[in-house]
């Protein structure tokens, strides 16, 4: 993308300018190709996205009528303001807003528990002798093959019986355990050179002291970097808050999408536009802290500052 | 009180092999003390050992008069420069300085004046609020020394400190150590493997071989009589001659065709080494008595002296002479009575 054709600038002397003269303004195909591949690429992932957010600017009768639209209706704020504010449900008490503030809950509590626990879990691998301590970290370690959905019943058995069905709680504790964080923590760990430690050591630091003096300080690019994935997955949990929740009122978007839609069926025609709306809403926060924390995160994978 | 005693100490890594091998040292209050040898000698691990990062397997260590085996490094009154440095990185000068007195404690005015003096020392006021990586190499290594002054413990530990800077820059620093050292008067152990920076920075050496003591004394006294052919080798630099000999039973050893003698007040015999530093090694003029012809395989020219390199029956010798000197292909040599080192062939212990 860098690569642009430098007659169009301001040539910055008059040897630039000379030379920019000389040289007569040329076609490089090589580049043209590049960038017809990025915009195309860009256009495939962006153009759903775009026709929701457009065809949610409509009534549901136009859509209905005509499917997705390819210009922006009038609807725009009546729509979204319904979808965050109006109740509906069953029972009549969930709005948008309340979806959005329970994924808040969940995709923030989801990963900064996972952060707590993997870099304490992690901290206790890399940094303390004990028994097992390898096997202990291969035990954490295999558990990467075991997604959620493996153990998903027992998990539910175990909140069901703790009585933590609808609540908080249930729906973030479990989740919690972390073998990528532990894992990345652990990688991260083991790149910051011993002689930090035993420095430590010396200027009298114990293990409580080094691990927020010198640690966590340290790890503060890798942290915002394991946030943002963990973020954007806990906010896209869509089988574990369907298990745990059956109260509305604590209810995620990406879980309420589809039963608020069910529930409007009541309607002659089913709220298209509302659903877009809501997809779109369940879709922003994400894309925010990416954009937001990009930097750090990059910073995150990349950087060796020790 | 900055002494520190090593007495019968052991370093076990359970492999079978002591990492350090019955070591008995001791250094008196305000001294220098340089810890050479090899890679895999077991300097570092001697040193770890006085600083409390690893454990004594044996013997026993004291600082001042107490023994610290059992005390924990933050504890034993000393203080670490690291090769690396370990500075922290996510804080300013000012704190990473601070910080071993802030974990003891300190009174919030005298951090800030031993902080403010090592500061001046090291010429680091201007750095003082800025991050590590802010810095150059020697910089940041100033920052670690002044780490290590702020504690004014009774003794500074040194990691081959200057291992990761430029060699220009390394000479400047060894130099500022120095100077350092002397005006604040505390005991130092250094660890390095550089025999340049040994000989340079050392009230006294010490040289360390498999975990063994091979020698224990003044730079010069290493220099001028080596107890074993080690450290023969190892001081000195180009590296000493060693050719094998035999003795003749007579004051004198041969070598090729040629008798030289050795003036050891002893007789010696059967097939002994004997050293000759390249320096002391003379082209044989005049009168003097000719030892061997060197075949000359290659000079180098160092501006101030030229190394001849080659062989004398058949044995690698390295010859320096001054710079105007002309090379031809042979070159007679004399070995003087008193530049001559003997050691024995078995043991390697010097004669």
Known sequence: MAVVDTSTDIPASAEARAKTHIRPPSIRWSVVGDHAI????????????LFALITSTHEAITIHKEGLQWLPGGEMVDTYSAVMFQQSGFTGNITGMTMLTNSFILGIGFALGKIAISMIAAYAIVYFRFPFATLAFWVIFTTLLLPLEVRILPSYEIVHA???TNTYTGLIVPLIASATGTF??????????????????IDGAGPVKFFFDILLPLSRTMIAAIFIIMFVFGWNQY????????????????????????VWLGSNIPQYGQAMALAILAMLPPVMVVVFFQRWFVKGLTESDK | ??????????????????????????????????????????????????????????????????????????KRDIAMVFQNYALYPHMTVRRNMAYGLTNRKMDKAEINRRVGEAAAILRLEDYLDRKPRQLSGGQRQRVAMGRAIVREPAAFLFDE??????????????????????RLGTTSIYVTHDQMEAMTLADKLVVLNAGRIEQFGTPLELFNSPASLFVASFIGS??????????????????????????????????????????SVVPAKGRAAKHGQLAVSHVEELGVERL????????????????????????????????????DNETGRRL
């Open chain 1, 38 to 49: 990025l915009i195309f690429g860009a256009l495939f992932m962006m153009l759903p996205v």
């Open chain 1, 162 to 164: 703790m009585g933590l």
């Open chain 1, 184 to 201: 990345f923590f652990r990688q991260y760990y083991k790149s910051i050179p011993d002689e930090m430690l035993e420095a430590a050591r």
């Open chain 1, 239 to 262: 089988l574990w808050p369907t298990l745990i929740t059956t109260d509305e009122g604590y209810f995620t978007l990406v879980r309420g999408i589809r039963q608020i839609l069910q």
């Open chain 2, 1 to 74: 009180m900055g002494t520190v005693s090593i007495r019968n100490v052991n370093k076990d890594y359970g492999n079978g092999v002591l990492a350090v091998n019955d070591v008995s040292l001791s250094i008196d209050d305000g001294e220098f003390i340089v810890l050479v040898g090899p890679s895999g000698c077991g300097k570092s691990t001697l040193l770890r050992m006085v600083a409390g990062l690893e454990t004594i397997t044996q013997g026993e260590i004291a600082i001042g008069d107490r023994i610290v085996n059992d005390v924990d490094p933050a």
């Open chain 2, 161 to 182: 400190p200057l291992s990761n800077l430029d060699a220009k820059l390394r000479v400047d620093m060894r130099g500022e150590i120095k100077q350092l050292q002397r």
């Open chain 2, 238 to 279: 180009p590296e000493m001659n060693l050719f094998d000999v035999q003795g003749t039973g007579n004051g004198a050893v041969r070598f090729g065709d040629a008798d030289v003698k050795h003036g050891l007040g002893k007789a010696v015999s059967g097939t002994v080494k004997l050293g000759v530093r390249p320096h």
């Open chain 2, 308 to 343: 001849i390199h080659g062989t004398v029956n058949g044995q690698r010798c390295t010859l320096a002479v001054p710079a105007g000197y002309e090379v031809s292909d042979q070159v007679s040599l004399h070995i003087p009575t008193d530049a001559i080192h003997l050691f």
